[in-house]
């Protein structure tokens, strides 16, 4: 018999205090407002690359669009804190940087139709910003393939579906350095369901390291990973429901309780990308007790099953 996730389980799971959450300062460096992460985030990114400069390896940011995470990377190399004397050392953002729909028009100075480049626009921030340490990638992840050697610091936030996270996985993190730095931007939005799962499965190989708002997650690899390990991590057609449970709850353990709603949506949005919209809203009854409904994304994750069920029923 299935064992369920139950109710007192996710009641005192969130109740519990996170493995460890550090507020950051925020640097001291002007920000132009060119990207979607937080003034946290930025910190943080900062921060790590100052601690990571001068070390072996590179610096990789998959999905910079405008640049702003790249030149946040950028500015730690620069910053006071740094002991790096390479000024050779730099970032390296990689985007397809083609303009979609749902990208906010307000942002960039220029105006740009879906399907148009912006890569000159981004150009012009990161030279602008990131004192000729970003230097910017044109490239579709789903066939990239990285010979850059080491990397001491992957941030990531272009895991938007399964089969990009399944690409990024088996061509990039094999290369991840131990004491290296993981950082998923993505992992407490309600969508990205599968980042969930991928690092359940491969939990072994990456100690907890720091949450920060609004999005970002750390963690710093402890071992090399196998690349047959990483091509079992990413099979998501060979998963049960158990694992997709434990994964979630695993995860949930990682952050405070006011971060926990969105991961908790996650957990929803698996089984709705799934098509399993029964499975959905059991989930979604583990949780309307503990009052996570009206919180964080979790609304956003409730009007997709709706609107699901629309379209079935």
Request: aromatic content about 12%; overall charge neutral; charged content about 25%.
């Amino acid at each position: 018999m299935r064992k369920f996730l139950s109710f007192r389980s996710v009641k005192g799971l969130l109740r519990s205090k996170p493995a460890n959450r550090v507020e950051v300062s925020e640097p001291s460096f002007p920000k132009a407002r060119i990207g979607m992460i937080s003034s946290e985030e930025t910190a943080f990114y900062c921060e790590s690359a100052a601690r990571y400069a001068g070390k072996e390896g590179a610096m990789v940011d998959l999905g910079c669009w405008l640049g702003s995470t790249s030149i946040a990377l950028a500015r730690g190399l620069l910053s006071h804190g740094s002991k790096t004397d390479d000024q050779d050392e730099k970032v390296f953002g990689f985007d397809r940087f083609i303009w979609e729909g749902w990208m906010p028009a307000r942002i960039p100075y220029c105006q740009y139709e879906p399907g148009e480049s912006f890569l000159p626009e981004a150009r012009r921030v990161v030279r602008e910003y990131g004192s000729g340490r970003v230097e910017l990638i044109e490239a579709d992840l789903n066939h990239y393939q990285w010979e850059g050697g080491p990397i001491k610091i992957l941030l990531v936030d272009a895991m938007k579906g399964p089969g990009l996270t399944t690409h990024i996985a088996r061509n990039f993190f094999a290369s991840l350095a131990p004491g290296g730095l993981l950082i998923h931007q993505d992992f407490k939005h309600y969508f990205t369901s599968w980042i969930h799962l991928l690092h359940y499965r491969l939990r072994e190989y990456f100690r907890f390291y720091r949450s920060v708002p609004v999005g970002t997650v750390a963690f710093t690899v402890v071992a090399p990973i196998p690349r047959e390990t990483l091509h079992q991590a990413t099979d998501f057609a060979a998963v049960t429901d158990d694992e997709i449970d434990s994964a979630f709850h695993h995860s949930l353990a990682l952050v405070g309780p006011e971060e926990r709603a969105n991961i908790a949506a996650a957990h929803v949005m698996y089984y709705a990308h799934s098509q399993r919209q029964d499975m959905a809203s059991r989930i979604v009854e583990i949780y309307r007790p503990l009052g996570l409904l009206d919180q964080g994304e979790f609304p956003k994750a409730l009007d997709f099953l709706c609107q699901m069920a629309k379209k079935t029923g």
